[in-house]
DNA sequence: AGCGGGCGTTGCACTATCTGCAACACTCAT
DNA sequence: ATGAGTGTTGCAGATAGTGCAACGCCCGCT
């Protein structure tokens, strides 16, 4: 590995947590004033890096473009996008698209809901992996030894008293939703929020993406939530279809 | 500069094209292929990279969040995002926030229209520079000589026959902008397509952020759509006094 | 089966490239 | 004015990155 390009790449998180002047960021690599400099503007010159009025530097912006320019190279998302749309006209709630990559579950797409309650989500944001219904969805489908390897290097923070609490209980809860072929959240996140989920799958049959679908108890109930289900997985299963039959080589 | 830093990260843009092997990542940059590997080893450990099946390279999932992250750090855009969703549900057209960064204008955040018509645009991708609203209110406020050196270097693609055409039309533009403080985009990127924007203004008086409001023809006129202009610049003054107001140290 | 091309990977010797230092420039605050 | 704090530059030394060549592997071809 090289470590001139692992010092500049280190750079990167450190600044998303705020922007940080030049001492601040050659003391947390370790390495010289003069060293950074050199790093940062390197950084600077392919715009991943930008320098404030006070000379701070900052998250770029190329950054943004080139997170969007790989969001719309996905093609599960293109083919997706407009199934999600229909479903969302037809129950009006929000409606999530989410893939797995490196230990990680991050939202690829989204539709609002049409009622005025938001959810806080974002695209490239990574999900909660113990208790979303996509992230569930996604791990259930890795090969055993390494679902069993990413269960038991998670934390499980409880959002709610409902959350999964630890390991064994999230392998559990894995295990179902394998065997059931969707799965759920009921208030695992957030106290007042169910969500229900279904997945999407490749020509080989593996889970490629996961989908779901979210709404606040104050809107329909956990069973009335339910009862959308069979709704859900059939436009799951649809995309599936597409994505399958899809020219694109893979 | 780095040399190493540098090709590392032109490694990215070039992904950003689509998915590459290593062969054509090495051609590209010019590099022996042992070279490139451990570059994209590097970025791979990262997350900058992503391997999939085919162990074509991607741009991969961390991307994603350090872009979310920088976006969160932007302190206008909190700011500005409540009354933009107050705005959006007032005239229910689609609001757009943007800033001005290294010769880009690009939009920060993004409130859908209520309407089923949606905009192409996203968070995150740079604006058509030489036509868009928010672009003109950007530019505007730059010192002379740079909002000069800007123009010159832009390209001026005509979208459409009302789209701006060269440098010295853009410039008129931008004074009539400069003077009378509210910009517009009438047709001049999507035929059907116009926008109304005014400056968000920091502390010092300097335009640190711009706002629009964009509709289709179909659903309102350019005349109606001209109506709205008092109500987004109350919103935008709004914006202005709150982010001048606020204790961040700039 | 056997063969050959294409691609990714590894170890190594060489030196180009990065590093840290120390001195310099600049801006503020006292 | 003076000094502390910060960013910047040039340079000599040596670390760390480079290209090469050889290897292993997978696939398709005959």
Redesign the pocket.
Known sequence: M??????ALSILPLLAEGPA???QVATRLG?????A???LRTLHDHGLVYRQQD??YRLGARLFALAQEAVENLDVREIAHTHLVTLNEQIGHTVHLAVYEESEVLYIDKVESRYPVRMYSRIGKPVAITVAAVAKLLLADLPEHERRAVAEKLDYPLYTSRSTPNAAAFLKELATVREQGWATDLGGHEESINCIGAPIRGAAGRVVAAMSVSAPNVVVTAEELLTLLPLVRRTAEAISREYSGSVTPH
């Open positions: 090289s470590q001139t390009v692992d010092r002047d030049l001492g390495v010289h004033k003069s060293t400099l050199r790093l000379q701070r």
